[in-house]
């Protein structure tokens, strides 16, 4: 994930600052509440080629941030732990995300 400062220019060419700019509401988009958190199937882990599998590097919280615009989170059926959040649960199929906190494979 790339961090902006909030005095650096604005990606979208405005010319204004990214704080002046974008910076408040992807704030406020980041700051939306999960309404549905969905707990996803445990898979054993899928053929290597066969399937799309994502997962958490170290330093990030879960695998998708959507940045407020789902009310969802699927968290790990393993253990619980949030894996994408606000989202949109119907945006997630045919792919896998590996939980790094337990390692289990999710199935969306």
Same mark, same amino acid.
């Given at each position: 994930?790339?961090?902006?400062?909030?005095? @650096? !220019?604005?990606?979208?060419?405005?010319?204004?600052?990214?704080?002046?700019?974008?910076?408040?509401?992807?704030?406020?988009?980041?700051?939306?509440? #999960?309404? +549905?958190?969905?707990?996803?199937? #445990?898979? !054993?882990? !899928?053929?290597?080629?066969?399937?799309?599998?994502? @997962?958490?590097?170290?330093?990030?919280?879960?695998?998708? +941030?959507?940045?407020? %615009?789902?009310?969802?989170?699927?968290?790990?059926?393993?253990?619980?732990?949030?894996?994408?959040?606000?989202?949109?649960?119907? %945006?997630? %199929?045919?792919?896998?995300?590996? *939980?790094?906190? *337990?390692?289990?494979? +999710?199935?969306?």
């Amino acid at each position: 994930m790339v961090k902006i400062a909030d005095t @650096e !220019p604005c990606p979208c060419g405005s010319g204004l600052s990214f704080g002046e700019c974008h910076g408040e509401r992807i704030r406020e988009k980041a700051a939306s509440p #999960v309404k +549905n958190r969905v707990p996803l199937a #445990v898979i !054993p882990p !899928p053929d290597p080629g066969t399937r799309a599998v994502f @997962e958490k590097t170290a330093g990030d919280s879960v695998i998708f +941030n959507g940045m407020g %615009q789902g009310p969802d989170a699927l968290d790990c059926g393993s253990c619980g732990s949030p894996l994408a959040v606000c989202v949109r649960r119907e %945006q997630f %199929q045919g792919i896998v995300l590996r *939980c790094l906190a *337990c390692g289990a494979y +999710n199935d969306t």
